[in-house]
């Protein structure tokens, strides 16, 4: 086996030597290739710069001619005589290494010969300075000599040629063409027979067969000009678009996720594939499109879409965003390298043929560009922040903005004079009940007749619970004289269904869930059950259910669960997820769940199980099992707060843990459940475990009621009907006075607690006597003075005022959205409610807020760029539904978890949030706040109902200890009574005192933070109203506000950039980001750039100025050698993506310059360009070479005939569908889903999602692009793979099948059968022959099948017979 | 004999499927084999690509790639360190480099004891039992490193030489470099079964990149039916030799009028998927195998997991008996830790159970394949690779796990041309950072393509303007290891 393969590898290089050395090679690119290599890697050490063993060095061509001690070492001309190839024949020593000597490979040693033989053709002039790897001496004159290349001179348009022939054709594309033929002695091809031109045309602009009737047209139409009335016809087409976009996708590496661990999404990705779709079919111009894609975002003048009322320009910028990203980059600064190599990569390679990212490590081997010309570009880039971008137009999200303002105004107004009203009677009725004696009992009157009233409901409740008592045992569960259970907010019993019997959460069985003799049956792999959607919010809750656990080694399922309605955020009651056979309260990324160390979970197979979990405002998590507590009760930590689910945007799951999780099945049974809108106490969970399972409803108690319950319940509710009437009529203002109380005493239980309540100084002197009164207060005021200063010191020596978005910091913040505003408000701004029972949740301090008019005006605001110093960064902040603040280092968008700072927005009033930034320290970073929609990241958080988010910023400090600053403004530190005061009385004065004038100043736009902080306690505090059932004047102005914010529309969004400010990259020598030198100014490359920009922007408008630029040599050119290389096969220059020293050099030069000067000419439009070169007879020749060009020009290199080429991907995937004619047309939007079945993907390939770790088998097989770079030039591969998916492939066969029964239904006879199926997929009828040996074969087909079925009702053959067809290759190659 | 006979369909029904592959291999199926050899440069011009010999005399002809996905630990396995018993709950005396979660404990023992093994007294623990007892067998190296912490694009890193989709993966290097030795079988293939899944990071690991499409891996789920995606034929055998003879007589008139290669290439990769649909279910039937080797392998083992991956390693060595260049495995996830399917050896908490299951999963099947190529004499033309991502950390990830470690692990080495019971490079005295002849995957790689007679720097591929390599701009073939 060993001799057979040594006599292989003896003969493959025997016959490679004159093979090589027949096809003489373009000598540059064979030495840059083959010969600069192997002396730079295997003989510079020695032979080169620093050292010259021998005296020999092989540095430049006049030293190897030189040579060493032992004479010259290359003879041009000579190999056999040239020293250089014996000594690399032979075995040599290399330095350092005893045992290991240089042995070059038979073809290495072909190469040098060759290349001695042909001219030794060497471009290093002198040997190389040892520094000049490093210092770059040497560029300047390696610059000047490199750009001596055809690509970079710039384009003259040249005239046509005159050919001999004058009579082939007037076209000057045919004259370039043809004199080259002629030259060598070719002719052109016929022209192509009239379907063959049809197909070719459709598939070359549109991406499809043509329509039957398409062909039938032009084969009819004998005017002239026929030809291009249909080419019109095809550039007209909204397939067009399709087509082409999807050839620049190719460019772009379009992708809809990032890849890597988890393939995260690149959200709303697909507005930029219809943005291409839209360009291309209103042919928007090539330069355009190109500046666009480098700073849409940035154009004086951008495109707007009418029809959809959005910037199309913004769109373009979202190719920066196609990045695949690291997962949780531990080092993000060289995942932000990486980045912005790929979109150097792209952009000179797409847009330029350059490849520029070759430079990043050292100057390009080859081309005229610099490490320097990386870097400066590498700025540019690295200059601008991801981020999801707003593409409306601002008038359009700003609807009824004028209305909101004036509004609002007349909101405020009414709120204050219904606060100065409040202000007042609180005074009164703080001294009123505050009698000694009255402390404890404030009394209203009427209260006599409503204890009545209360006395006679608990009669008839009494009744109820015996009722209650009397329906379980009649059911058969254990009764019970307990009190009774709790009330919940929805129960599902299962009984026959999954309806909630209390609320309206009916829920539906999804995936096999099924109802048995009332449990819910979950079979762990796929059955839950979801409920509606929320009827209003809640925060506060208990999740409750009774179950039965199928196996105890089960993992992660959920027994009762609410989520978002995209199942990002949840709270659920979860079996053995992190610890086997534990519960857990399970919760999205883990954020509130920790260990409750619970003991495992023991219950016998069929036993029920009680469990309940209760989320407390005060953000604590308690669990319990069968009514005991589950371990201990935690509080999960700053960053995991309590989770607020929204009306409308939450429901319920049984059986699941959420929705998209893995492993998120519950294996068992489900009794009952509950869910409660409050936090239980523990010993309300103990009665309803005691209580047991068994909700039952009013109908149940009514029926186990006896006559005489009955009879007396209703003589009692009759008393009480009559009791209500008369407290209505005698006390008509008693609902609201008893609500005024019940707030009142609220506060001032909360007041006797915290000491920072605005009522803590009311309740401590309250009941002191005259004498003890000015005692305590002077002692209240020394401790308020002692402690604010303390605080102050505090706050001053922990922590670094980092910015003051109050005050001066906020003109040097970055924002983007409709809102956030640019300045910064003044304190005692609001926002009104969008919902619910509250006009608003309080009064906004200084800062800036996104949701000043309206929770739907999203926004992202960021900070300037900072180095992180600090083990801690605390914001003061506030927001909601789904907004976020994060710390992005190096540009790293991704980051989810504990190695990346963030945290939720989660509260209305603001509050100190601490970052704990110590991991990244040293790090490049920035700050950002951000709306839901807005924050890019693998954990998106979700807007709340309506696509509602908000935030607001104050204040951000730096800090190294785990403590954020003390509160210096709170209600207990205001100095409202002036003067110590004497009494009770005195303290209410001034109290009222103090409230009407904060209230006047608010009215008056001048309240200071003191008086906000004020205001603000009283108004969250219910002290003055808020509610809207207590704001008679206000209701209805908040009802008219809230009608008109509805109507705001919801942004819309698509990946982008936020420029902020230009920063110059630091030269990384050798690309390694560890040892970063001097920044280099931004700029393009030298080769078509003016160095350096003077902006203090990234510099993005000024590299799209020089891009798409007339001027620019390689744009033009590039882009019209690609639509040529779209249109022919191959490009002028084959190469497409290469235009410099590596690359091939162009055919036809002339011609491509007159094509580019050309293009420029006509306003770089793309649709006159296609339609200039298919009206060519080059474009319209036959497929079928001469003799002469069969023989010597093999690869068609002077197209003297049309080229045969095997259809893309994506086009055989769309033409097999459109042939039987299930191609579903419809346009833009989401993708569909790549990998579905086959009866579920019937859209143009252009709209499949394109996710990078999961793309689609069958076009994979057809070389479908991978998308990590620029291919402007796809692989054709032969492989069986392609044969198995066109043999065996479901799709394919389905395609087939929904063919045969469509002819078999159309009816007719088998040989029409044959025809038509002919004419659909190859587009022509068959010869007479074919129809022949098609009969045949159909024979043959019914006889096989042998089911009894004639040939002309036998789908099955005539299925075979279609997919056939599709075998042929002539349906996969086009003529 | 005239193939397009065969092919007609008429009379021929009742010979089956096998017979006719039988007959065909003089008839058509000798030109599938020209087919595939001439499909070399139908796609993109192949200036740079070598003629499928090796560069030099080979000593392996096959590589059997065992990834352990996720990252196992050197500590507990093959770079036992004393050090971390005796300094066990102590913090490290060294700054900590950032880690993946940053829920970093003290210095942590292995619970695996550590002993002599073999003729060579190569130290190891006692994770891997059988896979000591061929100690002598195994050349370790303990001075691994990545440039990569995470997952996916470590994976790409291991696989690829780049830390991102895109390039191709080694084996299909080796395939372009080597071409493949049977017809009817792909140059590249990855095993999956069990459940198994692509690491992070996806099917991508084992694509093609920019190299023809040929050299894709081809995933075989060797204990699902069809064990390769469009392999089972959609209908019965003659139906499809009638179809083959119809095409074949539409196709032939087409390529005569273009007289393009390409379609001449095209019409016979037919043949050759004939011949695939059922090469591919006979390499995975396993009814021929004996008792005696479906015990070696632990084909019939009470635990899912080792049984699936025993199959894996039997079919890798049918496959490897089939001339295919390059073999992957695939682990499977045991659900211990932070792990998931695609990266079972991550164990980021339970490092006990975790890595004690998964070794028991893997050991005994390698260690069986190892025996069972010896005994075959196929382990003197087979290279074994058994390599993760990156190792794991001396100290604790919470209270019993190990985070990610790329600064220094182990790897190992078997078969042709490899120095069995050695050991190369060392990490420091707490296995936290290689110090002796640090190695990286380029290494790896330009010895294990030395070994299959491939110079690694003059694999190339033109892409882009660009000369691609499997070792970028890098690599050393690591002379210590070989034999």
């Known amino acids: ?1375 | 004999m005239n193939s397009r006979d065969f092919l007609s369909g008429a009379g021929v029904s009742s010979i089956s499927r096998r017979e006719m592959l039988r007959r065909c291999s003089v008839g058509f199926g000798s030109v599938a084999m020209s087919a595939l050899i001439s499909e070399r440069g139908s796609g993109v011009p192949s200036a740079s690509s070598p003629s499928p010999a090796p560069h030099f005399r080979p000593k392996a002809r096959h590589v059997i790639f065992a990834y352990m996905s996720g990252g196992v630990s050197h500590l507990d396995s093959f770079d036992p360190k004393p050090e971390l018993k005796r300094r066990h709950g102590q913090p490290m005396p060294v700054p900590v480099r950032p880690t993946m979660f940053n829920n970093n404990g003290n210095i942590m023992a292995s619970p695996w004891e550590a002993s002599p093994r073999g003729q060579s007294g190569l130290e190891m623990t006692s994770l891997f039992p059988h896979l000591a007892a061929l100690a002598d067998d195994l050349a370790v190296i303990r001075s691994m490193t990545s440039k990569v912490n995470e997952h996916a694009q470590g994976n790409y890193f291991a696989h690829t030489g780049f830390p991102f989709m895109g390039h191709p993966s080694a084996g299909a290097w080796t395939s372009y470099g080597l071409g493949t030795e049977n017809k009817d079988m792909p140059g590249f293939v990855v095993l999956q079964g069990g459940g198994a899944v692509a690491p992070h990071g996806g099917v991508g690991l084992f694509s093609s990149g920019y190299l023809p499409a040929q050299h894709q891996a081809s995933i075989l789920q060797v204990d699902r039916e069809p064990a390769l995606a469009n392999i089972k034929p959609s209908e019965a055998d003659a139906l499809q030799r009638r179809r083959l003879a119809f095409i074949r007589e539409g196709d032939e008139r087409f390529a005569q009028s273009t007289a393009e290669p390409q379609i001449e290439a095209a019409i016979r990769n037919y043949e050759t998927a004939y011949r695939m649909q059922t090469a591919v279910p006979e390499l995975c039937d396993l009814s021929g195998e004996s008792e005696a080797t479906r015990k070696l392998y632990g084909l019939d083992a009470p635990r899912a997991d080792m049984a699936a991956y025993a199959r894996q390693c039997l079919v890798a060595r049918r496959l490897i008996e089939r001339g295919v260049r390059f073999v992957e495995l695939s682990c499977l996830t045991n659900k211990f830790g932070a792990d998931g399917a695609p990266n079972p050896w991550d164990q980021h908490g339970k490092l006990l159970e975790g890595h004690g299951s998964m070794a028991l999963q893997v050991d005994r099947p390698l260690a069986a394949l190892i025996r069972d190529l010896k005994a075959r004499g196929l382990f003197e033309e087979t290279l074994i690779v058994f390599s993760g991502e990156f190792g794991r950390t001396p100290f604790s990830q919470g209270k019993d796990g190990r985070d990610h470690n790329p600064y220094g692990f182990s790897l190992w080495l078997a078969g042709g041309g490899v120095k069995g019971g050695t050991v190369h490079g060392a990490t420091d005295e707490l296995g936290y950072y290689a110090i002796e002849d640090q190695c990286s995957f380029y290494d790896l790689w330009a010895t294990v393509l030395h070994l299959m007679g491939l110079n690694h720097e003059q694999l190339t591929y033109r892409f882009g303007g660009r000369d691609f390599r499997l070792t970028d701009v890098h690599g050393e073939v690591i002379q210590a290891v070989l034999a």
């Open chain 1, 1 to 1375: 086996m060993r001799t057979f393969a040594c006599i292989v590898l003896l003969l493959s290089c025997l016959a490679n030597l004159p093979l090589r050395a027949a096809v003489a090679p373009e000598p540059r690119e064979f030495f840059e290739s083959r010969i600069r290599p192997v002396l730079a890697n295997q003989c510079h050490e020695c032979h080169g710069p620093s050292k010259q063993e021998g005296g020999l060095r092989v540095d430049s061509r006049t030293a190897l001619q030189q040579g060493g001690e032992s004479g010259p070492a290359l003879v041009v001309g000579n190999a056999k005589a040239s020293r250089l190839v014996q000594v690399l024949a032979q075995e040599h020593p290399r330095p350092g290494k005893t045992n290991d000597k240089l042995r070059l490979a038979g073809t290495v040693i072909a190469d040098f010969v060759t290349w001695i033989d042909q001219g030794a053709f060497d471009p290093r002039d002198v040997p190389a300075s040892s520094a000049s790897r490093d210092t770059n001496s040497a560029w300047p004159g390696i610059f000047a000599a490199r750009k001596d290349w055809w690509s970079f001179q710039p384009v003259e348009k040249p005239a046509a040629p005159e050919p001999r022939d004058t009579g082939w054709s007037d076209h000057p594309v045919d004259r370039f063409l043809l004199v080259e033929m002629e030259r060598r002695g070719l002719r052109p091809a016929v022209p192509a027979d009239r379907r063959t031109l049809v197909r070719r045309l459709a598939f070359a602009l549109t991406g499809l067969p043509p329509k039957p009737d398409e062909v039938r047209l032009f084969l009819e139409d004998a005017r002239p000009e026929a030809v291009a009335r249909l080419v019109d016809q095809l550039l007209a087409s909204p397939r067009f678009g399709e087509r082409w976009a999807r050839h620049w996708m190719d460019l772009v590496r379009f992708a809809e996720t990032h890849g890597s661990e988890g393939d995260p999404a690149i959200p709303e990705a697909w507005r930029y594939r219809d943005y291409l779709i839209r360009a291309f079919n209103a042919d928007v111009p090539c330069d355009q499109l190109i500046g666009e894609h480098l700073a849409g975002d940035l154009l004086p003048n951008p495109r707007w879409n009418e029809t959809e009322g959005f910037n199309e320009s913004i769109l373009g910028t979202a190719h920066l965003r196609l990045v695949e990203h690291g997962f949780q980059a531990v080092d993000t600064l060289d995942d932000q390298i990486k980045t912005v190599d790929s979109q150097i990569d792209v952009l000179s390679k797409a847009f330029q043929g350059l490849t520029t990212s070759c430079a990043r490590c050292h100057d390009h081997k080859f081309d005229p560009i610099s490490q320097r010309d990386y870097y400066a570009l590498f700025g540019v880039f690295a200059s601008v922040r991801p981020t999801q971008v707003t593409i409306d137009a601002p008038e359009r999200l700003r609807v009824h903005r004028t209305e909101l303002e004036k509004l609002k105004h007349e909101i405020k107004s009414a709120l204050a004079d219904a606060w100065s009203a409040a202000a007042k009677e609180l005074s009164q009725q703080l001294l009123g009940w505050s009698k000694p004696g009255e402390a404890n009992r404030l009394h209203v009157s009427g209260d006599e007749l409503n204890e009545e009233i209360a006395e006679l409901e608990r009669r008839i409740a009494t009744i109820n619970n015996a009722g209650r008592r009397a329906a379980l045992t009649l059911r058969g569960t254990p009764g019970t004289n307990q009190e009774a259970p709790p009330t919940p907010m929805s129960a599902w019993t299962f009984e026959g269904d999954a309806r909630d019997h209390v609320g309206g959460l009916h829920g539906e069985l999804q995936a096999g869930a099924m109802v048995r003799d009332g449990r819910l049956i979950l079979d762990g792999k796929s059955a839950f059950v979801r409920t509606a959607p929320l009827e209003r919010g809640l925060r506060e809750k208990t999740l409750e259910a009774w179950v039965i656990l199928a196996s105890l080694d089960q993992q992660g399922g959920g027994a009762m669960t609410i989520e978002t309605l995209d199942g990002r955020g949840f709270d659920s009651i979860v079996f053995g997820e992190q610890e086997a056979r534990r519960w857990m309260a399970g919760s999205d990324g883990f954020a509130r769940t920790r260990s409750a160390n619970g003991p495992a979970e023991t219950a016998k197979p069929g036993e029920l199980v009680h469990l309940a979990i209760v989320y407390r405002t005060d953000h604590s998590i308690a669990l319990y099992r069968n009514g005991a507590p589950y371990g201990s009760h935690y509080t999960p930590g700053e960053s995991a707060k309590l989770r607020a689910f929204e009306a409308g945007a939450a429901r319920v799951l049984f059986g699941m843990r959420h929705t998209g999780g893995g492993n998120p099945f519950l294996a068992g049974e489900l009794e009952e459940a509950r869910l409660y809108d409050r936090a239980l106490e523990g010993a309300e969970v103990m009665t309803s475990f005691k209580a047991g399972p068994g909700l039952v409803t009013p109908d149940q108690v009514e029926q186990a009621l006896t006559h005489e319950q009955r009879k007396e319940r209703a003589s009692l509710q009759m008393e009480v009907d009559g009791k209500r009437t008369e407290l209505a009529a005698r006390f008509p203002d008693y609902v609201r006075l008893g609500a005024v109380r019940a707030r009142l005493l609220a506060a001032l239980e909360a007041a006797a607690k915290v000491e920072s309540h605005p009522l803590h100084p009311w309740v401590r002197l309250r009941g002191k006597s005259d004498e003890w009164f000015r005692t305590e207060w002077q002692s209240l005021s020394a401790h308020w003075s002692q402690e604010r200063i303390a605080r102050r010191k505090f706050n001053q020596e922990k922590f670094q005022m980092a910015w003051d978005l109050a005050g001066d910091s906020a003109p040097t913040w970055f924002r983007h959205g409709i809102n956030p505003p640019e300045l910064a408000g003044a304190p005692g701004d609001f926002c009104v409610e969008p919902e619910g029972d509250r006009a608003l949740p309080g009064l906004l301090p200084a800062g800036i807020f996104s949701h000043g008019l309206s929770q739907k005006h999203n926004g992202v605001l960021t900070s300037p760029r900072f180095k992180v110093e600090s083990d801690s960064i605390s914001v003061r902040a506030l927001g909601g539904k789904g907004a976020r603040v994060r710390l992005i280092a190096d540009n790293y968008p991704l980051g989810a978890g504990s190695i990346f700072p963030q945290a939720n927005l989660s509260e209305d009033a603001p509050g100190w949030i601490r970052l704990d930034t110590a991991y990244r320290k040293g790090s490049w970073a920035y700050l950002e706040f951000a709306t839901a929609d807005e924050v890019i990241a693998r954990d998106r958080p979700s807007a709340g109902a309506g696509g509602r988010s908000f935030f607001g910023v104050e204040r951000i400090v730096f800090h190294n200890g785990k403590e954020t600053p003390k509160e210096e403004f709170t209600a207990m530190a205001i100095d409202w009574p002036a003067a110590a005061p004497a009494s009770l009385e005195d303290l209410a004065r001034q109290l009222n005192k103090s409230l009407s004038e904060a209230i006047d100043a608010w009215r008056t736009q001048s309240l200071s933070e003191e008086q906000r902080v004020l205001l603000d306690a009283f108004v969250r505090a219910g002290l003055l109203p808020s509610q809207l059932g207590d704001l008679p004047t206000v209701a209805p102005l908040v009802t008219a506000f809230r009608r008109l914010e509805n109507q705001v529309p919801v942004p819309r969004r698509a990946p982008g950039v936020l420029e902020t400010v230009g920063m110059n990259a630091p030269f990384l020598p050798r690309g390694d980001h560890t040892k970063p030198q001097d920044s280099v100014p931004r700029g393009y490359i030298q080769l078509a750039g003016s160095l350096p920009y003077h902006t203090s922007l990234s510099g993005r408008l000024e590299l799209a100025n020089e891009l798409a630029s007339a001027t620019n040599p390689l744009t033009a050119r590039v882009m019209v050698n690609r639509v040529w290389h779209h249109l022919f096969g191959r490009g002028l220059v084959a190469t497409v993506d290469n235009f410099g020293h590596l690359g091939e050099k162009p055919s036809h030069s002339q011609l491509l310059d007159f094509l580019a000067a050309r293009f420029v000419e006509q306003g770089w439009s793309f649709k006159e360009l296609i339609r200039f070169l298919v009206l060519t007879r080059a474009f319209q020749m036959s497929s079928e070479p001469s003799e002469r060009a069969r023989e010597f020009d093999p690869d068609n290199q002077w197209l003297s005939h049309a080229r045969v080429r095997r259809l893309d991907a994506e086009v055989i995937r769309d033409s097999l569908l459109a042939i039987v004619g299930r191609l579903d047309v419809t346009m833009f939007g989401p993708g569909v889903n790549a990998v579905a079945p086959p009866a579920d993907q019937r859209r143009r390939s252009i709209y499949l999602t394109i996710r990078r770790n999961n793309l689609s088998p069958f076009l994979q097989v057809f070389d479908a692009p991978k998308p990590f770079t620029t291919l402007g030039r796809r692989d054709v591969t032969n492989v069986p793979a392609q044969s198995l998916a066109f043999l065996n492939d479901p799709f394919v066969i389905e395609q087939a099948g929904a063919w045969a029964s469509s002819l078999l239904r159309e009816g007719g006879e088998t040989d029409q059968y044959v025809r038509r199926t002919y004419e659909r997929v190859l587009a022509r009828p068959p010869t007479e022959s074919e129809l022949a040996f098609s009969l045949r074969y159909l024979e043959d087909l019914v006889r096989l099948h042998g089911n009894g079925q004639p040939l002309s009702a036998n789908e099955l053959a005539w299925k075979d017979f279609t997919q056939s067809l599709f075998n042929l290759k002539e349906f996969i190659y086009l003529r």
